[in-house]
Structure formats: C-alpha cells, structure tokens
C-alpha cells in the first residue's frame, strides 16, 4: 500500500472539512471517502418500543465510525497516538499545554465527528477548520512525518480488517499533509 498518496477523491477540502458528501458542519449520513456504506439488514426498533419491519430500499446504513467499532475504536486510537507523541521532544514542543488531555480529547472527537459518529466537536467548537486552528504552529515535513509515525503505530494495534484501515490510513496520510505550513 502506498502511503504517501492521497485516496482518490480527497481533496484538500476533504481533509479539512469532511468526507466526500458530508460537511462538516451539516452531519451528513455520508459514508466518509464518499463509497457506499454497508447496510444494516434486519428490523428497527421503534421509539415506542416495537419493531417494525424495515421496507425495501430503506435500509439503515452503516458509518465508517460504527463499522470500525465506535467510540471505543477511536478513543484507543487516539490515546495510543498521544501516548506517542508525549515521549517525540519535536511534536510534544507544538503543544502549549501542559496536560496532553484536552488536545488528545478535541482530536478523538474530530475523528468520531469525521468518521459519521456525534458532532460533540462542532457543537462544542464550532467548525473544525483544521489548517486554521494548526496555522500558529511551524508544521514542516519532519513533523509530518513524525506525527505519521506514531499514527501508524496507533492504526497498526487497532487491527482494522484491511479495507478499513486503508480508508482510514489514506485519509490520515492526507490530512497530515494538508497540515504542513513551513518548509523543511
């Protein structure tokens, strides 16, 4: 797999915005990467408790962020990642606070958000406008690569089935290009 190469159909917008078909302020049901989303088959339960049967053609979809495991699934990924970056001196210097806790909890909720999970991140911090918000930081390739390496380490334990940790990857990859804004 080649990791150096966006997945076809991202854009600089998508990494910063949102998935293809969703922006990121809207909460599109999209499917992130804009590919269909597997569907869910079988019966929904009703607000007041019943179930009905689900009619022909509408099927509930799956979002990348309930494929891959929910919550759960990018809370691990993103503690692992800032587990990382705590022992890296180059990218522990980027961030101002002390405590790692608060920037490690706005990235899981960005992803949760990205990956079609609660908007928690728009409704607390409005929209994500990830160029901006990393603007006041020197983002050159060495940081690039650095904070690659320790989301591949992050990715790599979570043991994804290989389509989904390719999207996820190819989107990674994107976006922490997206972000350099030095040279070096």
Same mark, same amino acid.
């Given at each position: ?49 019943? @179930? ?32 990382? @970056? ?54 050159n390739r060495a ?9 591949? @380490? ?31």
């Amino acid at each position: 797999m080649d990791h150096d190469h966006p997945a076809p159909g991202l854009t600089a917008a998508t990494a910063v915005a949102g998935p293809p078909g969703q922006a990121a302020a809207t909460g599109s049901a999209s499917a992130p990467g804009g590919g269909p989303r597997a569907g869910v088959l079988g019966r929904r339960v009703c607000d007041h408790g019943g @179930v009905n049967e689900i009619p022909g053609g509408e099927l509930p979809q799956q979002t990348f962020y309930e494929l891959v495991g929910g919550e759960e699934t990018f809370r691990r990924l993103v503690h692992r990642f800032y587990q990382g @970056v705590a022992d890296d001196p180059e990218l522990r210097a980027m961030y101002p606070e002390e405590d790692l806790g608060p920037a490690e909890e706005r990235m899981r909720l960005f992803l949760i958000q990205y990956w079609g999970g609660p908007r928690t991140y728009s409704e607390s911090r409005g929209h994500p406008r990830l160029r901006m918000r990393h603007a006041p930081f020197a983002v050159n390739r060495a940081a690039h690569d650095a904070w690659l390496r320790h989301m591949r @380490v992050a990715v790599d334990e979570l043991e994804l089935p290989a389509d989904q940790e390719r999207q996820l990857w190819d989107y990674l990859t994107y976006a922490a290009a997206s972000m350099i804004n030095t040279p070096g």
